[in-house]
Nanobody, 125 residues
Framework: QVQLVESGGGLVQDGGSLRLSCAAS????????MGWFRQAPGKERDFVAA???????TYADSVKGRFTISRDNAKNTVYLQMNSLKPEDTAVYYC???????????????????WGQGTQVTVSK
């Protein structure tokens, strides 16, 4: 089993920045990819970004150029640096993990096996 714990959410003004962290524990050696999704009230859980342990990454079009995903393999931690935040970025952000590195290209939440509890990000106007 794999456990994921997110941190770093909060309230920020339009144009501000936040950095989310996701620490993985358990059978982390089995993981091929980790990613971030977000879910706003009344909406589906949407893909944000993903990264393999070798560094390959993908991004949703809506965050390209503003968000950066990175990882620290020694700490089994993935980060999401979010810059130029907009009110429409407001959502609960979830960390996800998958055994297969190919999942890095999947933007479907159902493709990801492990999930964190989520952290709230609120961007005020």
């Amino acid at each position: 089993q794999v456990q994921l714990v997110e941190s770093g959410g909060g309230l920020v003004q339009d144009g501000g920045s936040l950095r989310l962290s996701c620490a993985a524990s358990g059978r982390t050696f089995s993981l091929g990819a980790m990613g971030w999704f977000r879910q706003a009230p009344g909406k589906e859980r949407d893909f944000v970004a993903a990264i393999t342990w070798s560094g390959g990454s993908t991004y949703a079009d809506s965050v390209k150029g503003r968000f950066t995903i990175s990882r620290d393999n020694a700490k089994n931690t993935v980060y999401l640096q979010m810059n130029s935040l907009k009110p429409e970025d407001t959502a609960v952000y979830y960390c996800a993990a998958s055994i297969s590195s190919d999942t890095v290209r999947s933007m479907r939440a159902t493709s990801w096996a492990y999930w964190g509890q989520g952290t709230q990000v609120t961007v005020s106007k």
